[in-house]
């Protein structure tokens, strides 16, 4: 496991330091509002799980809108640490001139809590989606690596709150970026919790996209999640 972090931090490191070193930049600020919503399907069967991830991102732009996205599925829990989900979502995302694309969505996913102690824990989401836009019929597939880590603060109902997510383009249609490492997030915050299942996780987000014709867009911003998980 040890290995597999320091190859992705790595990775994410060369590509990173590769495609800013040549790349055009506009940048913008950002509001995030999303959320994560778990639970057993039935409570006979609470090993089957349902999943639901709304998020809405909005840009300080002349359009205002960035993304609008709704994921939904269904998983079974594995482990009490290990769970795959399969789903269906879909994007409305509209770019920095205006352009609005529809995207139809299948994904799988893993959620996996690699370690928790008294004093941090990593958790770490997998999750591979095979996008299709409405105008066009090439189907895109990319990899999508989230590594979490929450250190709680003693005696308190609060932990600090980070996490990092690589974009990682399989095919190159004409609608997505020509890029392998096409994008990321990075998440520092407070995460608060608000009862035992559920955390509210507010901080500063910075996104960095890797377009078409050497063009990087980066917005940094405002980040709000609600967690559920039952």
């Known amino acids: 496991m040890r290995l597999r972090v320091q190859w992705t931090l790595r990775l994410l490191l060369v590509y990173f330091v590769y495609q800013t070193a040549y790349a055009e930049t506009q940048s913008y600020?950002?509001?995030?509002?999303?959320?994560t919503f778990i639970g057993p399907v039935a409570q006979n069967h609470e090993k089957w799980k349902y999943y639901f991830e709304p998020r809405l991102i909005v840009l300080n732009n002349r359009y205002g809108l960035s993304?609008?996205?709704?994921?939904?599925g269904t998983g079974y829990q594995l482990t009490p640490k290990f769970t795959p989900y399969i789903g269906a979502a879909y994007f409305l995302s509209e770019n920095t001139e205006g352009l609005a694309s529809h995207e139809n969505v299948i994904w799988?996913?893993?959620?996996?809590?690699?370690?928790?102690?008294?004093?941090f824990k990593i958790s770490n989401r997998s999750r591979l989606e095979e996008r299709k836009n409405t105008l066009h019929y090439e189907w895109a597939t990319r990899l999508r690596e989230q590594i979490t880590l929450k250190i709680p603060v003693q005696n308190t109902k609060y932990s600090l709150a980070?996490?990092?997510?690589g974009f990682f383009n399989f095919n190159h249609p004409l609608w997505v970026s020509d890029k392998f490492f096409a994008q990321n997030r990075f998440f520092f915050g407070i995460s608060r919790e608000m009862s035992k299942a559920a955390t509210l996780d507010i901080g500063y987000i910075n996104q960095i996209k890797f377009e078409r014709q050497n063009l990087k867009i980066s917005?940094?911003?405002?980040?709000?999640?609600?967690?559920?998980s039952q």
């Open 162 to 165: 980070t996490f990092d997510e």
């Open 29 to 35: 600020g950002s509001f995030w509002l999303t959320g």
């Open 108 to 119: 799988q996913q893993f959620l996996w809590d690699i370690t928790k102690t008294d004093f």
């Open 219 to 228: 917005d940094n911003g405002l980040y709000i999640k609600m967690n559920v």
């Open 67 to 72: 993304e609008l996205h709704f994921y939904y």
